[in-house]
């Protein structure tokens, strides 16, 4: 039980960064299941470029990446993964960044499952 408006959001802005890093033709995978019967992940990967450890380390802060990359890369306004970052803290989870397995980023948010029924 969650925000499903909140998650939405968050969904469709990992995905819309997803589709900007990755080049024509390569793959984005949107990806939820339950983790331990308390949690639900919820990935979004892709092909793209990937982010390095470094990049990795400050993805969520606000305008870094988009500082570094707007001259080499399609950006946005540099707000959309701190913005997600802190709503999904928010709604009592957490938020991670690593290399996909199709080569780029994973992008996943874990959050707890309420007492209600589960969509599937």
Same mark, same amino acid.
Request: proline letters at 4%; aromatic letters at 2%.
């Given at each position: 039980?969650?925000?499903g408006m909140r =998650? ?5 802005g990992?995905l819309?960064?997803? =589709?900007?890093a990755?080049?024509?033709? /390569?793959?984005?995978? $949107?990806a939820?299941?339950?983790?331990d ?9 892709d092909? !793209?470029?990937?982010l390095?450890t470094?990049?990795a ?5 606000? !305008?870094?990446?988009?500082?570094k990359y707007?001259d080499i890369?399609?950006?946005?306004t540099? $707000?959309g =993964?701190?913005i997600? &970052?802190?709503l999904?803290?928010r ?5 991670t960044v690593?290399?996909?397995a199709? /080569? !780029? &980023?994973?992008?996943?948010v874990? $959050?707890?499952v309420?007492? !209600?029924?589960?969509?599937?």
């Amino acid at each position: 039980m969650t925000d499903g408006m909140r =998650l939405r959001q968050i969904v469709d802005g990992l995905l819309e960064n997803a =589709l900007r890093a990755t080049p024509t033709g /390569g793959e984005v995978v $949107l990806a939820a299941r339950r983790v331990d019967g308390r949690h639900v992940r919820v990935e979004v990967r892709d092909s !793209g470029p990937g982010l390095s450890t470094s990049d990795a380390a400050v993805a969520f802060e606000r !305008g870094v990446l988009r500082a570094k990359y707007r001259d080499i890369r399609p950006v946005n306004t540099g $707000l959309g =993964l701190s913005i997600a &970052a802190r709503l999904v803290t928010r709604m009592g989870g957490t938020i991670t960044v690593q290399s996909a397995a199709e /080569g !780029g &980023a994973c992008f996943a948010v874990v $959050l707890p499952v309420g007492d !209600g029924p589960v969509a599937r």
